[in-house]
């Protein structure tokens, strides 16, 4: 009964690849976001999406593209990849857009470019 | 705008010891701060959050962390560390009409037995 659940966790490719990550939530939340974690560890939102509307973008590469079927799922495409692109990406999810909640996080995938 | 800043990148302690580690935010609204914690090869999970009200906010694992407006300052404490607490911890804070969270780099606290 995982809250926020991310799927692979680990996923290994070779540059100019096309890959794909999923998020589902259990929660009832309306409000799912995509982070990435570089290997310092610093966390920066990617985007975030309510009620499958996306309402943050940020300055992110548009090879990365967020898909929102329900609002249960958040999945995040990746055209192109390139080394840059190794990190690991967190999805996450709140019961508001507004930030009085807090965010619940998922495990997050690990994603290596070869 | 708004910005979290947590100095330093490490901190270690000795069991028993007590926990403090530092926070200061800049926002131009009054802010949700928050408090989480990464224990390796996992997500992040929520230690405790400010939103409104009492300025003292008690968290999980006995940790507890002061809203201080006039210095800008959400710092955490524990009064007395325990080896499972050796993690990596984030400061956060959103503001403003959409829920956009910005973290600070996020400090790794060591226990030593």
């Known amino acids: 009964d995982t809250a926020v659940s991310q799927t692979p966790k680990y996923l290994v490719t070779q540059m100019g690849n096309d890959k794909s990550i999923k998020c589902e939530q259990n929660?009832?939340?309306?409000?799912m976001y995509w982070y990435k974690q570089d290997s310092k560890k610093f966390l920066k939102i990617m985007f975030s999406?309510?009620?499958?509307?996306?309402?943050i973008n940020e300055t992110v590469p548009n090879r990365f593209s967020p898909k929102s079927p329900d609002k249960a799922h958040l999945n995040l495409h990746i055209n192109s990849l390139e080394l840059g692109d190794s990190a690991v990406y967190f999805c996450a999810s709140s019961q508001d857009r507004r930030g009085s909640q807090p965010q619940h996080f998922g495990d997050g995938t690990r994603l290596s470019i070869l | 705008a708004q910005s979290v800043t947590q100095l330093g990148s490490h901190v270690s302690v000795s069991e028993g010891a007590l926990v403090l580690l530092r926070c200061n935010y800049s926002?131009?609204?009054?802010?949700?701060l928050f408090w989480y914690v990464q224990y390796p090869n996992q997500g992040l999970q929520l230690l405790l959050k400010y939103t409104t009200g009492a300025t003292l906010v008690k968290g999980i694992n006995g940790f507890e962390a002061e809203f201080k407006k006039s210095e800008t300052s959400f710092h955490l404490t524990k009064p007395s560390a325990h080896m499972s607490d050796a993690a990596e911890y984030f400061c956060a804070v959103t503001s403003g009409a959409n829920s956009k969270l910005t973290f600070g780099k996020g400090i790794t606290l060591s226990v030593r037995p």
């Open positions: 999406y309510n009620n499958k509307e996306l309402i």
């Open positions: 929660l009832g939340h309306d409000t």
């Open positions: 926002s131009s609204v009054p802010p949700y």
